[in-house]
């Protein structure tokens, strides 16, 4: 397992959901969103990214096996290629995503104010995820 913080996994699923809300705004179908290959592309790699940290924070004991699911997406996307399903793409984005960051800031996190800091770092250029992160750090606090 890693050594990296679990709060900077929740970070990471919190990020990639901020980016994929701002992908996904503009579509209102899911066959316009998949042959929009910038935003599709970006949207299956954030979804990824949030698979893999849910991994990570179920390997680090912060999340039961009930989250897995998460994690099997993540894999069918992956590895699912050409048979992606738009259509199921765009409702867990549009529908499913904000339910799960809403449950995953519930979660008492040790060290979320450092991870807060450290991600503010890594970002200083965006300023789209420097105000995600300000917004966060004040929930936090």
């Given at each position: 397992?890693?050594?990296?913080?679990?709060?900077?996994?929740?970070?990471?699923?919190?990020?990639?959901?901020?980016?994929?809300t701002?992908?996904?705004?503009r579509?209102?179908?899911?066959?316009?969103?998949f042959?929009?290959?910038?935003?599709?592309?970006?949207t299956?790699?954030?979804?990824?990214?949030?698979?893999?940290?849910?991994?990570?924070?179920?390997k680090?004991?912060?999340?039961?096996?009930?989250?897995?699911?998460?994690?099997?997406?993540?894999?069918?996307?992956?590895?699912?290629?050409?048979?992606?399903?738009?259509?199921?793409?765009?409702?867990?984005?549009?529908?499913?995503?904000?339910?799960?960051?809403?449950?995953?800031?519930?979660?008492?996190?040790?060290?979320?104010?450092?991870?807060?800091?450290?991600?503010?770092?890594?970002?200083?250029?965006?300023?789209?995820?420097?105000?995600?992160?300000?917004?966060?750090?004040?929930?936090?606090?």
């Open positions: 397992m890693s050594k990296r913080s679990p709060a900077l996994y929740l970070l990471d699923i919190l990020i990639a959901h901020n980016k994929i701002r992908y996904i705004q579509f209102t179908n899911s066959e316009e969103f042959y929009s290959e910038l935003e599709w592309d970006a299956i790699r954030e979804l990824e990214i949030i698979g893999e940290a849910t991994n990570n924070l179920i680090a004991q912060v999340l039961d096996n009930k989250s897995r699911r998460i994690v099997d997406f993540r894999n069918e996307i992956a590895h699912g290629y050409f048979g992606i399903n738009a259509d199921i793409v765009l409702d867990v984005c549009k529908n499913k995503l904000t339910q799960y960051t809403k449950e995953l800031k519930e979660i008492p996190m040790e060290e979320i104010l450092e991870a807060i800091e450290l991600s503010k770092m890594e970002h200083k250029g965006n300023p789209h995820i420097l105000g995600l992160l300000n917004t966060l750090q004040q929930e936090y606090m």
